[in-house]
């Protein structure tokens, strides 16, 4: 067990929906990378916030934003959902922005039907 | 096309060693990861290594780096069945700390009796 908590892990919804996933990171963390995994783009970067400030981005869709709230968690919210973006969505967490460790979440798999 | 490559399968003998490889492209990355991944699971980090060290082991895991050829390669001694998963390599894209990480597009490794 990473620490790293994700809900939910499983997630089915219609195309043209909004959904919201939820990572709670390791105790004291403060830093949280959202992350997907499909089969056609394999890992991809999609966001990083530190103690609530976005700091990095990455290949996110304009459809997708996420935020990280005074206690830490994150959410990374989906909408306007199509079929390509059915995937497996990781969150990440680390104990600053500096340092080399950050460990995973199980992922939450969303399928777009 | 992605800048971290690795071999998409790789078969060995429960009791052998196996070697798993990987290229990657950005002279600058500061730390390099190989993360394990199980069916169903998340990712789970092995080990990584500094981009100013040569090899680092940690019990049955060895990592090599050659900077020259950007060339990874992580070696697990005496493969056992609960090795078998997916392998994946990543670079991180920022100087000094974990932040974006470049993914390879794994390595699945299988691990016969």
């Known amino acids: 067990d990473s620490g790293v908590t994700q809900t939910p892990k499983h997630l089915i919804t219609a195309t043209g929906q909004r959904v919201t996933l939820r990572c709670s990171p390791r105790s004291g963390d403060l830093s949280v990378y959202w992350y997907q995994q499909s089969l056609d783009q394999g890992l991809q970067f999609l966001i990083q916030?530190?103690?609530?400030?976005?700091?990095a981005k990455g290949n996110i869709l304009e459809r997708f934003s996420a935020q990280q709230f005074p206690d830490l968690h994150s959410e990374l919210n989906l909408s306007s959902l199509e079929l390509g973006d059915s995937a497996l969505y990781f969150c990440?967490?680390?104990?600053?922005?500096?340092?080399?460790?950050?460990?995973f979440g199980q992922g939450t798999r969303l399928t777009v039907v | 096309g992605e800048d971290v490559e690795q071999s998409l399968f790789l078969s060995v003998r429960e009791g052998d060693s196996s070697v798993i490889n990987c290229t990657y492209t950005d002279s600058s990355s500061t730390y390099l990861y190989w993360y394990k991944q199980e069916p169903g699971a998340g990712l789970q980090l092995l080990t990584y290594i500094f981009s100013n060290m040569d090899m680092k082991q940690d019990q049955r895991l060895t990592v090599l780096l050659n900077k020259k050829d950007k060339h990874l390669s992580l070696r697990i001694a005496d493969t056992q069945t609960g090795d078998s998963a997916i392998y994946f390599c990543?670079?991180?894209?920022?100087?000094?700390?974990?932040?974006?990480?470049?993914f390879g597009a794994g390595t699945q490794v299988v691990v016969t009796p």
């Open positions: 990440a967490s680390s104990p600053g922005i500096r340092g080399a460790e950050a460990f």
């Open positions: 916030y530190y103690n609530g400030e976005e700091r």
């Open positions: 990543a670079e991180s894209m920022s100087a000094g700390s974990w932040g974006k990480l470049q």
